[in-house]
């Protein structure tokens, strides 16, 4: 697989929620933090979004969004309108996955549909840390088109809800965060890390290889070789890029799949560590425990984070 389809794989997406909200009349919520990932579209109408310490973002009918810094933020109507707790609005509504809000008889509603993404803690910093707090997807842009059938989609699941309907908005949620990652890559030119280094010709050549031969016992001079670049040259440019020498990110990467493989079943440590090119158990639970602070077997037995609760907000 190419790198970005490998790491969506190791995030383990764990709960993808959406609903639907819809509000008339002047109106301002804030919600509070939020794990991992955030995303939605206007499907009518406008809004303000402010994530606390950034700009805010003036969103219009058709334009998407991701957030993913999980500070606290606010959707509005307008600015300067005090804001109620989101939260409580949520938690009082008869249907979370329907909401209404605001002046009902207002005949131009806004209306968002957005949905919430959790991931596995361990890898989710390989993907939030190359985004940032908020992302606007405009709806003229190309890639806004093509999200278009899905959110069609999500808008029937969630105002009809019927029989399956859980399952069908997990995995439409799931699409929707996909292709916003997509729209985000194509429309901006400087990405940071790996994310953004996919971009670039021979570095996102270069992450492919690694990925696609990560027990390989690469050198720099090797990855250089296949990119057709000189050493120092590559060696400077994948670092400017992706923020980690190659070896190191290829060490980064190697034990963060590893440890999805250990968790996953019952194989032996020695088995693990020769799948992902290591010599011996030893080398292999010495990088470990550098990576992930402790060692292979104890991380086996750790019970991971339970799968987060539904989110009620939008």
């Given at each position: 697989m190419?790198?970005?389809?490998?790491?969506?794989?190791?995030?383990?997406?764990?709960?993808?929620?959406?609903?639907?909200?819809?509000?008339?009349?002047?109106?301002?919520?804030?919600?509070?933090?939020?794990?991992?990932?955030?995303?939605?579209?206007?499907?009518?109408g406008a809004?303000?979004?402010?994530?606390?310490?950034?700009?805010?973002?003036?969103?219009s009918?058709?334009?998407?969004?991701l957030?993913?810094?999980?500070?606290?933020?606010?959707?509005?109507?307008?600015?300067?309108?005090k804001?109620?707790d989101?939260?409580?609005?949520?938690?009082?509504?008869?249907?979370?996955?329907?909401?209404?809000y605001?002046?009902?008889?207002?005949?131009?509603?806004?209306?968002?549909?957005?949905?919430?993404?959790?991931?596995?803690?361990?890898t989710?910093?390989l993907?939030?840390?190359?985004?940032?707090?908020?992302?606007?997807?405009?709806?003229?842009?190309?890639?806004?088109?093509?999200?278009?059938?899905?959110?069609?989609?999500?808008?029937?699941?969630?105002a009809?809800?019927?029989?399956?309907?859980?399952?069908?908005?997990?995995?439409?949620?799931?699409?929707?965060f996909?292709?916003?990652?997509?729209a985000?890559?194509?429309?901006?030119?400087?990405?940071?890390?790996?994310l953004?280094?996919?971009?670039d010709?021979?570095i996102?050549?270069?992450?492919?290889?690694?990925?696609q031969?990560?027990?390989?016992?690469?050198?720099?001079a090797?990855?250089?070789?296949?990119?057709?670049?000189?050493?120092?040259?590559?060696?400077?440019?994948?670092?400017?890029?992706?923020?980690?020498?190659?070896?190191?990110?290829?060490?980064?990467?190697r034990?963060?799949?590893?440890?999805?493989?250990?968790r996953?079943?019952?194989?032996?440590?020695a088995?693990?560590a020769?799948?992902?090119?290591?010599?011996?158990?030893s080398?292999?639970?010495?990088?470990f425990?550098?990576?992930t602070?402790?060692?292979?077997?104890?991380?086996?037995?750790?019970?991971?984070?339970?799968?987060a609760?539904?989110?009620?907000?939008e």
């Amino acid at each position: 697989m190419d790198p970005l389809s490998d790491v969506l794989t190791l995030l383990n997406i764990r709960s993808a929620f959406s609903s639907r909200f819809e509000a008339g009349g002047r109106w301002a919520l804030r919600f509070r933090s939020y794990r991992h990932i955030k995303i939605g579209s206007i499907l009518s109408g406008a809004c303000l979004l402010t994530v606390d310490g950034s700009p805010s973002l003036r969103l219009s009918a058709g334009d998407c969004y991701l957030l993913t810094g999980g500070r606290p933020y606010e959707v509005a109507s307008d600015p300067g309108i005090k804001a109620e707790d989101g939260h409580a609005v949520y938690l009082d509504a008869p249907n979370s996955r329907n909401v209404r809000y605001g002046d009902a008889s207002d005949p131009e509603p806004t209306v968002i549909i957005g949905g919430s993404i959790t991931l596995d803690d361990m890898t989710a910093t390989l993907l939030l840390d190359c985004l940032p707090p908020a992302v606007r997807i405009p709806a003229d842009s190309p890639p806004a088109r093509t999200l278009r059938p899905v959110l069609g989609m999500l808008t029937h699941e969630t105002a009809t809800e019927p029989l399956g309907a859980t399952v069908m908005i997990e995995h439409l949620t799931q699409i929707l965060f996909v292709q916003a990652l997509r729209a985000h890559l194509s429309g901006e030119e400087d990405v940071p890390g790996w994310l953004g280094a996919l971009n670039d010709p021979r570095i996102g050549a270069a992450l492919t290889l690694m990925h696609q031969q990560a027990a390989r016992r690469w050198t720099v001079a090797d990855l250089a070789a296949e990119v057709d670049m000189s050493r120092s040259s590559f060696a400077l440019r994948f670092k400017t890029l992706v923020g980690l020498p190659p070896l190191d990110y290829l060490l980064q990467w190697r034990i963060r799949s590893a440890a999805e493989t250990l968790r996953a079943g019952d194989r032996t440590v020695a088995s693990v560590a020769a799948e992902w090119g290591y010599a011996s158990e030893s080398a292999f639970s010495n990088a470990f425990k550098r990576v992930t602070g402790q060692p292979p077997a104890r991380y086996r037995t750790a019970k991971p984070p339970p799968p987060a609760a539904p989110p009620v907000h939008e």
